[in-house]
């Protein structure tokens, strides 16, 4: 397929841009395969516009012209087309942004119009930009990522006594969306794992994510069993969870389902671990939304933060009805609860939904943070992501193929790494010395997730990234975010380091609207970015005299 055939009009001048905190700017817009470039024309003047395609969640266009109608009506002539008529496209982006073309000639509007529509879904993953983005500060001979499951557990050494790195699913037929190779305890073989994989859905069996040095525990995540209505067991199950918990009382097991949702699930041919199978397991329920009602949460936070009535009822009548806030107290919550299981109780858990690809990995990357003091610097949260999401398995193709505005039937889109980001930045509110990362770090990650020049949120598993060779033919994000001057503009100023725990707060007062990603586009949010970077400036030159 060529890009070309999308595109009819390539070039339009005399365009008019309306952006938010911008005032209006006249130029020329141009089109290519990835990419709208809108160029100043002024003289003098070099400004440009450069927004990726990929970014587009819904357009919505207009024309007219001198005759006084409106919209699109087949038997205008072509003189009326090209004579007195203008168009205006209004472009809704994943990251929230809104912006506005005046389109001079009702012809050269629809013809843009289509190609934005026609390129911004294209969804060939070799045709996406970050098969053609070279930077020239990075080289794509260097490894891909910043670590692998292998050079992980060579770091952990503690770990070798009792848990070893296992090669089952070398050729991804054990499991579709694991890595390659997973932690698992020693004392269980390669053939017991695939029968156990068997029993869990999607083959999703229990295996190592989380270590904790100060006791030993362990965090172990997985999907959830296929016990069915018949009550099915498999034995080589059995004794991997029971080695999970060698030489320990008990361990927990927290399901982000409800007690009626996981009786539902075993009728269709799901289910949960009973006690009289896995004795030394308690489960703990904790339900956690997800699919179609979060990402409809989502479109309804939009809906509120655009609302411009000036109505403080209405906003926050809009703002509850979302329930936004609620699924990240939720998730806190749960959060706690599992490094309160680890840390306080001293005890190891299994963390499970239905899949495993979403909400579990959502709350075991928080209860990492809450507790352990190296997921909180800039490089460890970076590799917390790289291991707990990219390379577990969570389908950011699918939960990230739109964002609030499209008009498109909801599918498989769940805004479930958003959330975990909102969480994150409710973390870095209420404890700013903490966390080694800035806010701006969280909000460009936000953004990558939906549209990137970088290959590491493309797929939905590791084992599509390198079937299409995105480790070879793409650039990685997180190592791009680690040079120096990435690095700079993302670390924390006010960074204290401590081995403590950081315990949130979950009482609505404590939970705020995340007003930098949400509010982004706003006066006020700009102003309190000014306000941020004037602090950190100031940070940096206290420590610059503090050493001098």
Same mark, same amino acid.
């Given at each position: 397929m060529e890009f070309s055939e999308h595109i009819k009009t390539a070039n339009v001048e005399d365009v008019v841009l309306h952006q938010p905190l911008q005032p209006p700017i006249r130029g020329t817009l141009c089109i290519t395969g990835h990419h709208l470039l809108f160029s100043d024309r002024e003289e003098g003047s070099s400004r440009q516009v450069l927004l990726l395609l990929r970014n587009i969640d819904a357009t919505e266009k207009r024309v007219e012209n001198l005759v006084g109608y409106s919209g699109f009506l087949s038997n205008a002539s072509q003189s009326e087309r090209m004579s007195g008529s203008s168009g205006t496209i209004t472009i809704k982006c994943k990251d929230l942004r809104v912006l506005q073309l005046d389109i001079p000639g009702m012809e050269q509007c629809l013809n843009v119009a289509h190609s934005i529509e026609a390129l911004s879904c294209l969804n060939n993953v070799p045709e996406m930009y970050p098969f053609f983005y070279r930077p020239t500060e990075l080289s794509l001979k260097s490894q891909w990522g910043l670590s692998t499951p292998e050079k992980h557990f060579n770091q952990m050494k503690e770990l070798h006594k009792r848990w070893r790195l296992s090669s089952v699913n070398r050729d991804y037929s054990v499991c579709p969306s694991y890595p390659q190779a997973v932690i698992v305890p020693n004392t269980i073989d390669d053939d017991m794992? +695939? +029968?156990?994989?068997?029993?869990?859905?999607?083959?999703?069996?229990?295996?190592?994510?989380?270590?904790?040095?100060?006791?030993?525990?362990? &965090?172990?995540?997985?999907? !959830?069993?296929?016990?069915?209505?018949?009550? +099915?067991?498999?034995?080589?199950?059995?004794?991997?969870? !029971?080695?999970?918990?060698?030489?320990?009382? +008990?361990?927990? &097991?927290?399901?982000?389902?409800? *007690? %009626?949702?996981?009786? %539902?699930?075993?009728?269709?041919?799901?289910?949960?671990? *009973?006690?009289?199978?896995?004795?030394?397991?308690?489960?703990?329920?904790? %339900?956690?939304?997800?699919?179609?009602?979060?990402q409809e949460s989502l479109i309804k936070l939009a809906e509120a933060c655009s609302d411009d009535s000036h109505n403080m009822d209405r906003w926050l009548s809009k703002l509850e009805n979302s329930k936004w806030l609620s699924h990240v107290q939720t998730a806190l919550s749960t959060a706690g609860l599992l490094a309160e299981c680890v840390e306080r109780d001293g005890h190891s858990v299994l963390v499970h939904g239905s899949d495993g690809t979403d909400c579990s990995l959502l709350i075991s990357t928080l209860a990492q943070l809450i507790m352990d003091p190296h997921c909180r610097t800039l490089?460890?949260?970076?590799?917390?992501?790289?291991?707990?999401?990219? !390379?577990?398995?969570?389908?950011? %193709?699918?939960?990230?193929?739109?964002?609030?505005?499209?008009?498109?039937?909801?599918?498989?889109?769940?805004?479930?790494f958003l959330l975990m980001l909102d969480c994150v930045w409710q973390l870095w509110r209420q404890f700013p010395l903490a966390l080694g990362f800035s806010e701006a770090l969280l909000l460009r990650l936000a953004t990558e997730a939906y549209a990137s020049d970088y290959g590491t949120f493309l797929c939905n598993s590791d084992r599509e990234r390198c079937a299409l060779g995105v480790k070879d033919k793409t650039h990685c994000l997180f190592q791009a975010l680690l040079r120096p001057m990435e690095r700079d503009f993302y670390s924390n100023a006010l960074y204290e380091p401590t081995d403590l725990a950081i315990w949130p707060s979950v009482h609505p007062q404590s939970l705020q609207l995340w007003r930098g990603f949400f509010l982004r586009w706003t006066q006020q949010a700009h102003h309190l970015e000014e306000i941020q970077e004037e602090i950190r400036n100031m940070v940096i030159e206290w420590g610059k005299l503090a050493f001098s």
């Open positions: 794992l +695939k +029968k156990a994989a068997k029993f869990r859905q999607r083959g999703r069996f229990p295996v190592l994510c989380y270590f904790h040095r100060k006791n030993g525990m362990v &965090i172990v995540r997985s999907s !959830q069993p296929l016990t069915g209505a018949n009550k +099915k067991r498999c034995k080589e199950d059995e004794l991997l969870l !029971q080695a999970v918990i060698d030489g320990s009382d +008990k361990g927990y &097991i927290i399901d982000t389902r409800s *007690s %009626q949702q996981v009786q %539902q699930a075993r009728m269709t041919g799901g289910g949960f671990e *009973s006690k009289s199978c896995y004795e030394r397991w308690k489960r703990l329920h904790r %339900q956690m939304e997800k699919g179609k009602a979060l490089e460890g949260f970076l590799a917390l992501l790289e291991r707990e999401w990219v !390379q577990a398995g969570h389908p950011f %193709q699918q939960r990230c193929a739109h964002s609030a505005y499209s008009h498109a039937r909801l599918q498989q889109e769940s805004p479930v």
